[in-house]
């Protein structure tokens, strides 16, 4: 396959849209704690850790995937990021589960 002149750039692109997420992720983990009520605060903060737990680890992950990443984009082999993104999806909508419930109740 022939390589593109855009090299490494489109992986470094959705590497850092990743990262933005995993950011995300943590800033409304840490809203979780800010607007929840005073009985509730607890189970808001273990929600918010068990988030910015989550957060860290997406960002690990993504940051260990980019340098994979790289080296198929530059060799020209497909990426299958299936699981990465499932997992993604899923994760954002426990967070926004956990964020309405603490908003919510």
């Known amino acids: ?3 593109t002149g855009d090299p490494g750039l489109q992986v470094e692109r959705t590497t850092l849209a990743w990262m933005r997420t995993s950011m995300s992720f943590a800033v409304v983990s840490l ?3 800010r607007t929840s009520r005073p009985e ?3 189970v808001a903060v273990i929600l918010a850790l068990a988030g910015l737990v989550a957060s860290a680890g997406l960002g690990l992950v993504q940051r ?4 994979d990443r790289v080296t198929d984009f530059n060799e020209a082999v497909p990426v299958h990021g299936f699981r990465a993104v499932a997992a993604g999806t899923v994760l954002t909508l426990l967070l926004a589960g956990a964020a309405l419930w603490c908003v919510w109740s």
């Open 1 to 3: 396959m022939a390589r």
């Open 31 to 33: 809203l979780m704690i």
């Open 40 to 42: 509730t605060v607890v």
């Open 64 to 67: 260990s995937r980019h340098r």
